[in-house]
């Protein structure tokens, strides 16, 4: 008999800690959505408000020619003028992510289509953290590659 509230304890606990990480990675989803189309449409204010800047923030890039890029993250928050805002798209793909409390990372592909047409594939690592009960980006690493 006592073995029926513990279940029942533990059926609750587990539906309402797994309706958090659902809704944690749709908000999540959501932030990152924002963030690829604001830096498109050169919302510099709106791409701002994606990142949270820390001490141990991080931007790395691998580019399609071998080479790999250590930006500033500061540059993310602050972009130089003329750097964002060239129009374009991008469809992010095959999300996967892993959510502990106030910390989050996720990965998944991204195919950018620039104004031009021009395409450039990547997979993306996103290190996440909730900032005031929302999530913030606080470092990310791309890899540039050329599909077969």
Not at 30 to 36: F, I, N, P, R, Y
Request: glycine share 8%; with cysteine.
């Amino acid at each position: 008999m006592k073995k029926i509230p513990i279940m029942l304890l533990f059926s609750v606990f587990s539906y309402c800690t797994h309706a958090q990480v659902n809704s944690d990675s749709i908000a999540i989803v959501q932030l990152l959505e924002k963030e690829s189309a604001t830096w498109r449409s050169g919302d510099v204010a709106a791409h701002a408000d994606c990142w949270h800047i820390q001490p141990y923030s991080r931007i790395l890039v691998s580019t399609g020619d071998g080479k790999a890029l250590d930006v500033p993250p500061d540059l993310i928050i602050h972009p130089p003028a003329g750097s964002m805002g060239k129009g374009g798209t991008s469809v992010n793909s095959d999300y996967k992510m892993s959510i502990h409390g106030n910390v989050a990372w996720v990965s998944h592909n991204e195919r950018s289509t620039a104004a031009d047409g021009k395409e450039t594939f990547s997979y993306e690592m996103r290190m996440l953290e909730k900032i005031d009960g929302e999530w913030k980006l606080v470092g990310q690493s791309i890899h540039i590659y050329k599909p077969k």
